[in-house]
């Protein structure tokens, strides 16, 4: 297969950026196509056919069409040439999928809804947080980083020794999550996660996959 990929989604996405991430740093040239969730009447009906859940990101590449992050991302790693993005050794897939699981089951939910959104969202909009959402929401992202730093032990990177698909679900929450003064005072409690942050920030694809507006995360 030789086409171009075409993913679908919105740049303001933390999932749709880490479909992004996961292309860069294969090198692989794609067509983002705009799906905004969040206007007025929802996505478009043509859009039904790419994501029954109507969610953001989907995905084309010749023939292939897919839909959910760990599968894009699982299949950009495996068909396209460039460094392999998933560990090789069961111990080292393994950390990096549980990293993924938690990202997806309680960091992103707690850091980007329950404090970015409720700090930084709503007080540029003008509206009040709710804080007993982001007192609860601070005890998670203190348990999730807790387990991050962790599982990390003495890697440079989150499951390895080389940037893998953990890094990348990680990466495009705290980018978000640091933008919120909670979030950089409890960051600061994890000396362990900032030679992490530092490198995966630092990264050209990082730079690559930067938002132009970040007023409505979404998965």
């Known amino acids: 297969m030789t086409g171009k990929p075409r993913l679908f989604g919105a740049d303001y996405s933390v999932y749709v950026r880490i479909a992004r991430l996961a292309l860069a740093e294969k090198a692989v040239e794609y067509?983002?196509?705009?799906?905004?969730?969040?206007?007025?009447d929802g996505p478009p009906d043509w859009y039904l056919e790419r994501h029954p859940f109507r969610r953001i990101p989907a995905f084309e590449h010749d023939t292939v069409r897919l839909y959910e992050t760990s599968a894009i991302t699982r299949y950009?790693?495996?068909?396209?040439?460039?460094?392999?993005?998933?560990?090789?050794d069961p111990a080292g897939r393994a950390r990096m999928n549980q990293i993924i699981g938690i990202i997806d089951a309680y960091a992103y939910r707690a850091m980007v809804w329950g404090i970015y959104v409720e700090r930084v969202s709503k007080t540029r909009r003008g509206e009040s947080s709710n804080e007993a959402l982001i007192a609860a929401s601070l005890k998670t992202a203190k348990t999730c980083l807790?387990?991050?730093?962790?599982?990390?032990?003495?890697?440079?990177?989150?499951a390895a020794d080389r940037p893998t698909l953990a890094d990348l679900y990680a990466a495009p929450v705290?980018?978000?999550?640091?933008?919120?003064?909670?979030?950089?005072?409890?960051f600061d409690r994890f000396p362990a996660l900032a030679g992490w942050w530092s490198g995966i920030s630092k990264r050209s694809s990082f730079a690559a996959t930067e938002p132009v507006s970040r007023s409505a995360p979404a998965s």
């Open 31 to 40: 067509e983002l196509v705009p799906v905004d969730i969040f206007s007025p």
């Open 76 to 88: 950009v790693d495996e068909a396209f040439d460039g460094p392999a993005l998933q560990p090789t």
């Open 146 to 158: 807790a387990a991050l730093a962790a599982i990390k032990g003495d890697h440079p990177w989150l």
């Open 174 to 186: 705290f980018a978000y999550f640091l933008n919120a003064p909670e979030g950089r005072d409890l």
